[in-house]
C-alpha cells in the first residue's frame, strides 16, 4: 500500500493517479482500525476517528459481482455493465466495466481510463473503469 505523499511525482487527476499507465484510486484509511473507504471520507463509520489516511488503491483486484443496465438516460449508451470490484486493501468499489459482455465473477481486473457518459457540449470525459486483466 502506498500513502500519496510517497506518490509525489505522478499525474494527479481528482481521485484518482495514473502511475506507469495504471490508475490507482484514492481512498480513506482509519489509522485506528485500518478501515479503509472509497470515495474518500472525513470520518471513520466505525469507531469515529478523524483525520483518517489519504491511500492509493492498487491498480486492480477481483470481481466480487457486476449487473448489466440495458435500460438508461439518452447519455448512457446501453447495455454498459457496473461491476463490485474488491481490491487487497480490503474495500469493494463500484465501477463501469470496460466491455459490452459482463466479465466472470472472480476474474481479475485492472483500473484503466475509458470514455464515460456523453457531456452536454457533445464530447466524451474519460473515468477510471474496470476491465479484464491483460
Ligand atoms: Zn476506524
Avoid at 27 to 49: E, I, K, L, M
Avoid at 51 to 66: C, K, M, N, Q, R
Avoid at 81 to 103: I, S, T
Avoid at 112 to 122: F, K, L, N, S
Wanted: with cysteine; charged share 25%; aromatic share 8%.
Amino acid at each position: 500500500m502506498v500513502k500519496l505523499d510517497e506518490a509525489k511525482d505522478s499525474p494527479r487527476t481528482g481521485d484518482y493517479i495514473i502511475e506507469d499507465n495504471k490508475v490507482r484510486l484514492h481512498a480513506s484509511r482509519c489509522p485506528s482500525c485500518g478501515a479503509v473507504f472509497y470515495p474518500r471520507r472525513n470520518n471513520c463509520s466505525a469507531d469515529a476517528t478523524s483525520p483518517l489516511e489519504e491511500i492509493a488503491l492498487s491498480s486492480g483486484g477481483t470481481v466480487y459481482t457486476f449487473t448489466v443496465a440495458r435500460q438508461s438516460t439518452p447519455e448512457f449508451k446501453t447495455p454498459y455493465v457496473l461491476a463490485y470490484v474488491d481490491f487487497k486493501e480490503d474495500v469493494r468499489v463500484l465501477l463501469p466495466f470496460d466491455a459490452d459482455e459482463p466479465p466472470v465473477i472472480g476474474a481479475a481486473v485492472e483500473i484503466v481510463m475509458a470514455a464515460g457518459p456523453r457531456i452536454t457540449d457533445g464530447g466524451l470525459v474519460s473515468i477510471p473503469h474496470a476491465r479484464l486483466q491483460r
